[in-house]
């Protein structure tokens, strides 16, 4: 199993374009999550899905869109970048497994985001 | 979630155990506690949980107090590899999906 992948790895934005990050899982779990990190701090949590077609916000969703259409991939869509948006983006995924707790998540590598 | 007390910085000397607190006195009856670490610039790494037991895995022991008011997580015998930020959560209530990750604890190991 690959894991988590994130794509691209880095990337520098100008004020007000948009892009999206995209992660796939290869596990086939059903909860899968963004967030952020900015320098010398801990996850934020952006937006999380609990399954396709089923999204919800995090802690800091302003400025930021989700989509699950499959189990697989969740990707980041990021519009009118702004240089608050500067970060490490990190996509994560979870089992739902009946009797246990779903808090031991699967990271991925992250995304290293710079607006400018 | 319930709020999470860790020191900033810790040392350890290679080879020996190192003994990472956390308080959680406002933890209720059925809130796990979950351990992750960060290797700088990688993503986090899930650790270890526990509820009210202590728990050892291939990687480390949680030990929780019998109140459950904090835990210590244990690297037995620490390499320098296990330098990384770690992270000691409690999810709230039935949103065991949902981490708050604080700033944690950096944990340095010496040669």
């Known amino acids: 199993n690959a894991g988590v992948t994130q794509t691209p790895k880095f990337r520098i934005l100008k004020i007000g374009q948009s892009m999206t990050l995209q992660c796939a899982q290869d596990m086939n779990h059903n909860y899968m999550y963004w967030y952020r990190q900015d320098p010398g701090m801990g996850l934020k949590l952006i937006y999380y899905s609990v399954g396709a077609g089923i999204t919800d916000k995090g802690e800091v969703p302003n400025g930021y869109n989700v989509s699950r259409s499959t189990t697989e991939d969740f990707p980041l869509r990021l519009e009118l970048a702004a240089p608050s948006q500067t970060s490490v983006y990190f996509c994560?995924?979870?089992?739902?497994?009946?009797?246990?707790?779903?808090?031991?998540?699967?990271f991925g590598p992250g995304t290293r985001l710079t607006v400018l | 979630d319930a709020k999470t007390t860790q020191p900033t910085s810790m040392d350890c000397a290679e080879g020996r155990a190192a003994n990472l607190p956390c308080n959680h006195s406002?933890?209720?009856?059925?809130?796990?506690v979950y351990w992750y670490r960060q290797i700088h610039s990688q993503g986090p790494q899930y650790i270890i949980h526990g509820l009210k037991n202590n728990e050892t895995n291939e990687m480390a022991s949680l030990i929780i107090t019998e109140d459950r008011k904090s835990s210590t997580l244990i690297l037995p015998h620490a390499t320098l590899r296990d330098t990384a930020v770690y992270y000691c959560i409690v999810p709230s209530g039935g949103s065991n999906y949902k981490l708050t990750f604080g700033k944690g604890t950096l944990l340095t190991v010496n040669p």
């Open positions: 994560a995924s979870s089992p739902r497994n009946s009797g246990r707790p779903y808090g031991e998540q699967f």
């Open positions: 406002t933890i209720s009856g059925n809130e796990y």
